[in-house]
């Protein structure tokens, strides 16, 4: 259904393209004609195949169009945007005939797209043109666009909630940035609220948002927030809280405490443990100020810590048999360390 609203983006494209083409045509006006406000598509027909929608501009009698030469401007407009993919997806560039001011919309277009999914135009037919997320970013550089819009999600830490002028800020997770946001909907506020923290211990969020994304991938500020849920479950979450707040001394006097830096770092293995769907492991702090995490069946036992010095030290063993595993990887081979302990869980303590 998140396609949906690509529709809508196109139509607000082909406009402004056909507004930019009446524009040359009439020099002479000061704005285009009020027929460009009453365009609209309608989806008239959803054809067998992957998903083939009919999208019809109204016609006849009734229609709001131009009554002229000019009321096939629409047309021409779907048919140079059409010559501008197919131009980009052939390594060329785009065509000296699009207007430049259309080429803010044709960012905005597509932006719902994930990797692998694209549209296609006129399949079949010597105008027939794709798009995706490839050539959407292509356009960016062509067009030297430093800044698009995207629906994606954003992780990270909500450190501070705004509603006056509804605004927040997050810390993301993938570079520690602290960037701005903003809301739309006031119903948003209690979420944002629940999972603030201005601590490094705050509970990491996923927030499915309208942002604004640099060439590079990296997202600059959150235009708008669609939704917001925790990314590791409340009991892991709320275990890796009380192990913040040990104290040295912690074990009758011994037991040193745990930085953030490595409870961080056990989140982020045990978010990529939960996105590949392995099972809660205990969750236990070391006397050296690690965390330990544990896996163990009737067939075997998986551990893995998380030392104070960031490393991960991965250790398995059947009871069934003399097979052991064993891995050391650095904080940066959270992926390698995450394929690892699954391998692991599956084989010894599944």
Same mark, same amino acid.
């Given at each position: 259904?998140?396609?949906?609203?690509?529709?809508?983006?196109?139509?607000?494209?082909?406009?402004?393209?056909?507004?930019?083409?009446?524009?040359?045509?009439?020099?002479?006006?000061?704005?285009?004609?009020?027929?460009?406000?009453?365009?609209?598509?309608?989806?008239?027909?959803?054809?067998?195949?992957?998903?083939?929608?009919?999208?019809?501009?109204?016609?006849?009698?009734?229609?709001?169009?131009?009554?002229?030469?000019?009321?096939?401007?629409?047309?021409?407009?779907?048919?140079?945007?059409?010559?501008?993919?197919?131009?980009?997806?052939?390594?060329?560039?785009?065509?000296?005939?699009?207007?430049?001011?259309?080429?803010?919309?044709?960012?905005?277009?597509?932006?719902?797209?994930?990797?692998?999914?694209?549209?296609?135009?006129?399949?079949?037919?010597?105008?027939?043109?794709?798009? *995706?997320?490839?050539?959407?970013?292509?356009?960016?550089?062509?067009?030297?666009?430093?800044?698009?819009?995207?629906?994606?999600?954003?992780?990270?830490?909500?450190?501070?909630?705004?509603?006056?002028?509804?605004?927040?800020?997050?810390?993301?997770?993938?570079?520690?940035?602290?960037?701005?946001?903003?809301?739309?909907?006031?119903?948003?506020?209690?979420?944002?609220?629940?999972?603030?923290?201005?601590?490094?211990?705050?509970?990491?969020?996923?927030?499915?948002?309208?942002?604004i994304q640099s060439i590079n991938n990296e997202i600059i500020e959150i235009q708008d927030v669609l939704n917001i849920e925790p990314v590791l479950p409340a009991d892991w979450?709320?275990?890796?809280?009380?192990?913040?707040?040990?104290? *040295?001394?912690?074990?009758?006097?011994?037991?040193?405490?745990?930085?953030?830096?490595?409870?961080?770092?056990?989140?982020?293995?045990?978010?990529?443990?939960?996105?590949?769907?392995?099972?809660?492991?205990?969750?236990?702090?070391?006397?050296?100020?690690?965390?330990?995490?544990?896996?163990?069946?009737?067939?075997?036992?998986?551990?893995?810590?998380?030392?104070?010095?960031?490393?991960?030290?991965?250790?398995?063993?059947?009871?069934?048999?003399?097979?052991?595993?064993?891995?050391?990887?650095?904080?940066?081979?959270?992926?390698?360390?995450?394929?690892?302990?699954?391998?692991?869980?599956?084989?010894?303590?599944?």
């Amino acid at each position: 259904m998140e396609v949906l609203s690509e529709f809508a983006r196109y139509e607000r494209l082909v406009v402004d393209v056909a507004k930019a083409l009446y524009m040359r045509r009439h020099p002479q006006r000061q704005r285009a004609p009020r027929q460009f406000s009453q365009f609209s598509l309608r989806l008239t027909d959803v054809r067998q195949g992957s998903v083939v929608p009919v999208l019809e501009a109204p016609r006849g009698v009734d229609s709001p169009l131009f009554e002229s030469a000019d009321a096939g401007v629409f047309d021409e407009a779907r048919v140079l945007i059409q010559e501008a993919l197919r131009s980009v997806e052939t390594g060329g560039a785009i065509p000296s005939t699009f207007p430049p001011n259309a080429l803010r919309e044709f960012s905005r277009f597509g932006r719902s797209l994930q990797e692998g999914e694209y549209i296609s135009f006129d399949e079949g037919t010597p105008n027939a043109a794709s798009y *995706s997320q490839e050539i959407r970013r292509t356009i960016q550089e062509l067009a030297r666009l430093e800044r698009f819009e995207v629906e994606t999600l954003v992780v990270g830490q909500v450190t501070g909630v705004y509603a006056d002028d509804a605004t927040f800020k997050i810390r993301l997770a993938r570079n520690g940035k602290v960037i701005s946001g903003r809301f739309s909907s006031d119903d948003i506020v209690p979420d944002l609220r629940q999972y603030l923290d201005v601590s490094a211990m705050a509970p990491t969020v996923a927030l499915s948002a309208v942002a604004i994304q640099s060439i590079n991938n990296e997202i600059i500020e959150i235009q708008d927030v669609l939704n917001i849920e925790p990314v590791l479950p409340a009991d892991w979450s709320e275990r890796l809280v009380d192990l913040q707040k040990l104290e *040295s001394g912690w074990l009758e006097g011994a037991g040193e405490s745990i930085n953030r830096r490595v409870l961080r770092k056990v989140e982020s293995l045990l978010l990529e443990l939960l996105d590949a769907g392995a099972p809660r492991p205990y969750i236990y702090p070391t006397e050296n100020g690690g965390v330990q995490l544990e896996w163990s069946s009737e067939g075997g036992e998986v551990t893995a810590e998380v030392t104070r010095d960031e490393e991960i030290e991965i250790y398995g063993f059947s009871k069934a048999s003399d097979e052991e595993l064993e891995g050391s990887f650095s904080s940066h081979q959270l992926e390698e360390a995450a394929q690892c302990l699954l391998g692991g869980i599956r084989q010894y303590a599944g």
